[in-house]
């Protein structure tokens, strides 16, 4: 407590003496120069003392949890009130096979199902189009029509659990048929809740599965906005994604930066379409990425909450202070798992998890420690779980909220972060906005130089990977995922009988009507739906929009 | 006499985006004095033959994340071959697990670099197997 009567100028004195005099002589003894820096390539500093912290003001910076600017977390009771949402994403093979495993993690006290689609349904065509060749059931479960989705949720029930989806270009689409789905089994829209992924700004960005150019996808996003307010108000319309920019290369304030910049440019959008703030702002949601880096990761989403708050309440006049909140979603790192001696990959994700749950994360899914191989396996997605359990119940972090707040170090770095994360944001809005940023190949460009600089590092050992390219050693296969050839072939046969048994005339006039209606710029929900009941199939309804939008083709650089 | 550089066709065969590698590895081959031309994302296996052989490839890299490998290499090959441009050697990385390398070199991928490679290494091979005006020997 005496620290507190002291002046920030006098502490900055005394730290530059005792640096001088002490750390600076006593380091040199010990060991040779190098630099300390993070993931990122942040320098930090040896010691953060009140003088790193100047004008802190307890009220305006940090606050209480559930007090503006939510720096601290969103909720009054963050953990102790709800323990996050185990969220394990997960889809392979055919609808029947990921249908049970489901009913396995949810048997294993998981929390809520998170969907992983396969690359085909990801692209918006089926699994008899020449591109799905080799892709079925690869990397996520296999998706042609709602009687792949009936199979998928068959036997859970979608007013007891919430669903979460990954899905982008053909979002809108996918989201039809959860509830149509849902309708099947006499739950109303009212009721559902979930989120789907929608977030087509960070493809163009970073994950590069679009399907239409920037300006019409927009359109259509804000179409489930619109349509989601007045007829799903328990669905986040959107998770706003910085996890795949971080992938893709990204530091970690890049990654903060160009997702809430994209999350401004969602806002931009639909008050454009006439929509109010508040109706629409408190069902957007968040997702974020929980690299190696563990304070720096920790500063990066206490900055988001504070930063969003910000621009939703001033920049937008905000009024609703659920509108303020920045709920998100964590995954742990991918990139950062590593094929070298695999069981190290389980202290990685511990660590980033534990990253996630002190920067207040709303819900988490852990990485398992075969990813850099393939899809997980049983096992190892179990001990994934069981790391957020541990977590949750034995580690006793989740006892007190924010525990890290007040923190010297931590303070000061999650106020770096914000000035330069809002640096970049100040930066986009010259630009003319994220959609004329990606045009001009802006964050693409400021991503592939940090993935590159990244690459350097490691290859120069500057930037040290256990088992990588220090400490290395021989280490025996572990037993992986596999996903069987049957899988194609079923799903090509169940999709041939869908579209010879269903009633071909209105298969024709639903997509004929939704084509007017794009045309017409009408929202697209009400025609997508009527679409999907009729066993339409996902790349019939994206070739009907691609007749009227177009498709994107980016420039190729690197 | 300037010595001819050696050229690289860097190809994203399957349907996923994830192209970091990719991009990371066209950035190292071209800062080690190599001419790199990327093909961008989701090229079927005849557009990257016909590329390889438009442009004259001294060698052709592919980066695939999907798990479509098994299905995808061995298209790419055959084409090769069935074109006359068997001869391009053909070097691979990605999400590839290690049980399927013996059989994606049997087909004819001349070496694949797993997760971890260092994009030195990577310039080291192509060095050492690449030399200009006399294309890479056959398979042993």
């Given at each position: 407590m005496k620290e507190r009567r002291q002046k920030a100028p006098d502490i900055k004195r005394a730290y530059e003496s005792w640096k001088r005099n002490k750390y600076s002589k006593a380091l040199e003894a010990c060991a040779p120069p190098k630099a300390f820096t993070t993931v990122s390539g942040r320098k930090i500093k040896e010691l953060y003392t009140p003088a790193d912290l100047p004008r802190f003001d307890f009220f305006r910076d940090l606050n209480f949890p559930g007090e503006y600017p939510f720096t601290r977390g969103i909720h009054p009771t963050m953990h102790r009130g709800r323990p996050w949402t185990m969220r394990q994403f997960s889809g392979f093979g055919t609808a029947e096979d990921t249908n049970k495993r489901y009913k396995y993690l949810l048997a294993h006290g998981q929390t809520g199902l998170s969907v992983a689609f396969h690359?085909?349904?990801?692209?918006g065509v089926d699994s008899d189009h020449p591109l799905a060749k080799g892709e079925v059931g690869k990397c996520g479960v296999a998706i042609d029509s709602l009687a792949d989705m009936e199979v998928l949720f068959s036997g859970l029930p979608l007013d007891k659990i919430?669903?979460?989806?990954?899905?982008?270009?053909?979002?809108?689409?996918?989201?039809?048929?959860?509830?149509?789905?849902?309708?099947?089994?006499g739950v109303s829209p009212k009721v559902i809740s979930g989120t789907i992924q929608n977030d087509i700004l960070k493809e163009y960005i970073a994950q590069k599965t679009f399907v239409f150019p920037p300006r019409p996808s927009m359109k259509l996003i804000v179409d489930t906005f619109e349509y989601g307010a007045k007829e799903v108000p328990r669905w986040n319309t959107i998770s706003i994604s910085g996890y795949h920019i971080r992938e893709a290369g990204a530091t970690a304030v890049q990654e903060l930066a160009f997702t809430l910049r994209d999350g401004i440019e969602y806002v931009i959008w639909g008050l454009e379409r006439g929509l109010e703030i508040d109706e629409f702002a408190p069902r957007l949601s968040y997702f974020f990425n929980s690299h190696n880096d563990f304070f720096e990761e920790i500063a990066k989403f206490r900055a988001a909450r504070t930063i969003w708050a910000e621009v939703m309440r001033d920049r937008f006049g905000a009024r609703s202070p659920r509108s303020w909140w920045l709920r998100f979603h964590t995954q742990t790192s991918g990139v950062s798992l590593v094929a070298q001696q695999p069981y190290n990959n389980v202290v990685r994700v511990a660590i980033q998890a534990l990253a996630a749950v002190l920067g207040g994360t709303q819900s988490l899914h852990t990485n398992s420690l075969d990813e850099t191989f393939a899809l997980p396996s049983e096992d190892a997605v179990t001990i994934a779980l069981r790391t957020q359990q541990i977590l949750a119940h034995e580690s006793g972090v989740a006892n007190t909220i924010d525990p890290l707040g007040?923190?010297?170090f931590v303070e000061a770095l999650t106020k770096e972060m914000e000035r330069?994360?809002?640096?970049?944001?100040?930066k986009i809005d010259h630009m003319g906005g994220m959609v004329r940023a990606i045009e001009l190949g802006f964050p693409q460009k400021e991503i592939a130089d940090s993935a590159y600089w990244y690459q350097k590092a490691v290859d120069a050992k500057e930037k040290i990977i256990v088992g990588v390219n220090a400490f290395e050693m021989e280490h025996e296969p572990i037993p992986l995922l596999e996903i069987d050839k049957a899988v194609a072939r079923q799903q090509l046969v169940r999709l041939q009988s869908v579209k010879k048994n269903r009633e071909q005339a209105a298969v024709k006039k639903t997509l004929a009507n939704l084509k007017k209606a794009a045309r017409d710029e009408q929202n697209l929900m009400p025609y997508l739906l009527k679409c999907v009941k009729t066993y339409a199939s996902l790349g019939e309804i994206m070739d009907a929009l691609k007749d009227i939008y177009g498709e994107y083709e980016e420039p190729v650089t690197f | 006499m300037p010595v001819k550089k050696i050229r690289v066709l860097?190809?994203?065969?399957g349907l996923d985006g994830h192209d970091r590698g990719a991009k990371v590895i066209c950035r190292a081959l071209r800062d080690a004095g190599m001419e790199v031309i990327y093909t961008g994302l989701r090229r079927t296996?005849?557009?990257i033959?016909?590329?390889?052989?438009q442009e004259d490839a001294d060698l052709i890299g592919l980066s695939i994340l999907s798990g479509a490998h098994p299905i995808l290499f061995p298209r790419i090959i055959k084409l090769l071959k069935e074109k006359g441009a068997g001869d391009i050697p053909v070097i691979a990385g990605g999400i590839i697990p290690e049980k399927d390398v013996p059989r994606m070199k049997k087909v004819g991928i001349r070496e694949i670099f797993l997760p971890g490679t260092s994009t030195q290494d990577i310039v080291g091979w192509i060095r050492e197997h690449i030399e200009k005006g006399k294309k890479i020997a056959k398979t042993p």
């Open positions: 690359l085909p349904t990801l692209m919430t669903t979460s989806m990954t899905i982008n270009a053909p979002a809108a689409v996918l989201w039809a048929m959860y509830i149509a789905v849902a309708e099947k089994q007040g923190s010297y330069e994360a809002k640096d970049y944001i100040k | 860097i190809a994203k065969p296996p005849d557009e033959v016909s590329a390889a052989i």
